[in-house]
């Protein structure tokens, strides 16, 4: 598994977005119990601190420290280096495992098979994902081109699993539909900018190209922002979920 988020991993604890706590309260009525939850590639832990709310235990695993090291804490969250698809837990484990806006990065038939090993009978793998943030049109175009247009080339080969909402990759579990779900908040433009700094397609062409081009946009997103201190943002959550 690639490691594009050790690099300045405070600014994902601060800009990233968490997926809607509607989601995490939709999932829980689908496990039989609420012992052991496993947060997989769990970042800074946005996803663990949620669910934390509901289990006894959450997992949090990672292979980023530095990620490791900015996670949101709680008494029952316990954090470890792991690989996504080789663990010290033991078999049949957990009620549910949870995969945030990571799975493009994972080896898929290693950490399926792992899923399958750890997780109880009837237990739940919910695997989500969230695309671009959508505020204004004129912000939208910014954005959109940046994505798009200024960033092609940079971006990894497995971002495309982003841009078809997950329905490509393997998925060797009874899936189950769910209603769709949206991430929602208000943003000030410094909320934006950090955000998008926190895009590994735009590390790679800092490192390519010795620039940042979103330095370049700010002036044109405070632009368009106008006079609204806040603007509200959306970003469309999609998901894949499976039971054993």
């Given amino acids: 598994m690639k490691d594009n988020f050790s690099d300045k991993s405070e600014l994902y604890a601060k800009f990233r977005p968490s997926l809607p706590i509607e989601l995490f309260d939709y999932l829980i009525e689908m496990v039989p119990a609420r012992e ?9 832990g946005q996803s663990a601190y949620l669910i934390s709310n509901f289990f006894k235990n959450v997992y949090a695993t990672d292979i980023s420290e530095e990620q490791l090291k900015n996670a949101a804490q709680s ?13 010290d837990f033991e078999d049949n484990f957990f009620y549910l495992i ?4 990571a799975i493009h990065w994972f080896d898929f038939d290693r950490f399926f098979n792992e899923a399958k090993r750890v997780l109880k009978p009837n237990g739940i793998l919910a695997v989500a994902g969230y695309d671009l943030p959508r505020l204004s049109p004129e912000i939208n175009l910014i954005i959109d081109n940046l994505y798009k247009e200024i960033l092609d080339g940079f971006w990894d080969d497995e971002r495309q699993h982003i841009d078809t909402h997950y329905q490509n990759i393997p998925f060797p579990f009874e899936e189950i539909k769910i209603p ?13 900018i950090g955000y998008l700094n926190t895009w590994s397609g735009l590390k790679h062409f800092i490192r390519e190209k010795g620039f940042n081009p979103v330095e370049e946009l700010e002036s044109e997103i405070q632009k368009a922002w106008g006079n609204s201190k806040l603007q509200k ?9 499976g039971r054993i």
């Fill in 233 to 241: 943002v959306t970003f469309p959550v999609f998901t894949r979920i």
């Fill in 36 to 44: 052991n939850a496993w947060d997989s590639a769990t970042g800074n």
């Fill in 180 to 192: 769709d779900f949206h991430i929602r908040d208000e943003w000030q433009p410094e909320h934006l």
């Fill in 75 to 87: 008494e029952n969250i316990h954090y470890s280096k792991q690989s996504a698809e080789q663990t």
């Fill in 98 to 101: 949870i995969v945030s806006q």
